[in-house]
């Protein structure tokens, strides 16, 4: 009979031990369910207001622009004469016809036309067939409708090369009337 009373509560002993250390597990729950497709509420688009730069007109451009800025972009182009001439050529006609276009767009401006030479003649020479080059090409201008006052001339001779150089192809660049504009 001990030995029963032994055994039975060494297995007492040992069922109340196995229950006290069970680990209780914790029950996981099930993960949710994927998310369908579903439509996204619509965000409103919020555009960032546009800062417009005032529209300036090419006349208020011109206006902004110093006169040195001008004629380095050059607005009006250069006429080419023949050796020992002053009269306009034939390819000059659509130059100075564009010059006058150019010029009637922008009414206040005032130029300078420069008239040059090669370097071959007398110094003397050349400043009165550079004035008479610059005379002719003003001449032109004001046929086409450009008023004299607003046209300016001046020779420089051959001292103003546009080529520095001493063959036909130099002297023929230095040949010319260039157009400066000196007030706008």
Same mark, same amino acid.
């Given at each position: 009979?001990?030995?029963? =009373?032994?055994?039975? =509560?060494?297995?007492?002993?040992?069922?109340?031990?196995?229950?006290?250390?069970?680990?209780?597990?914790?029950?996981?729950?099930?993960?949710?369910?994927?998310?369908?497709?579903?439509?996204?509420? !619509?965000? #409103? !688009?919020?555009?960032?207001?546009?800062?417009?730069?005032?529209?300036?007109?090419?006349? /208020?451009?011109?206006?902004?622009?110093?006169? /040195?800025?001008?004629?380095? #972009?050059?607005? +009006?182009? *250069?006429?080419?004469?023949? %050796?020992?001439?002053?009269?306009?050529?034939?390819?000059?006609?659509?130059? $100075? /016809?564009?010059?006058?276009?150019?010029?009637?767009?922008?009414?206040?401006?005032?130029?300078?036309?420069?008239?040059?030479?090669? /370097? &071959?003649?007398?110094?003397? %020479?050349? +400043?009165?067939?550079?004035? !008479? &080059?610059?005379?002719?090409? *003003?001449? %032109? $201008?004001?046929? +086409?409708?450009?008023?004299?006052?607003?046209? &300016? @001339? @001046?020779?420089?001779?051959?001292?103003?090369? $546009?080529?520095?150089?001493?063959? #036909?192809?130099?002297?023929? !660049?230095? &040949?010319?009337?260039?157009? $400066?504009?000196?007030?706008?």
């Amino acid at each position: 009979m001990k030995k029963l =009373l032994i055994f039975s =509560l060494s297995v007492i002993l040992i069922l109340s031990l196995s229950t006290a250390c069970k680990k209780k597990v914790k029950e996981v729950p099930p993960p949710p369910p994927a998310p369908q497709a579903q439509e996204q509420p !619509k965000a #409103e !688009k919020v555009e960032q207001p546009v800062v417009k730069e005032p529209v300036l007109s090419e006349e /208020e451009i011109f206006q902004k622009k110093t006169l /040195e800025q001008i004629n380095q #972009e050059k607005p +009006l182009a *250069m006429i080419f004469f023949d %050796y020992d001439r002053y009269e306009i050529r034939n390819d000059a006609g659509p130059v $100075l /016809e564009a010059n006058a276009q150019w010029l009637k767009s922008y009414p206040t401006v005032k130029i300078l036309v420069e008239g040059h030479c090669d /370097e &071959r003649g007398t110094e003397e %020479y050349n +400043l009165a067939l550079g004035e !008479k &080059r610059a005379r002719s090409a *003003m001449n %032109y $201008l004001v046929s +086409l409708g450009i008023s004299p006052e607003r046209v &300016r @001339i @001046i020779s420089y001779g051959k001292s103003q090369p $546009l080529d520095p150089g001493h063959d #036909e192809n130099a002297w023929a !660049k230095n &040949r010319r009337a260039q157009f $400066l504009i000196i007030e706008k």
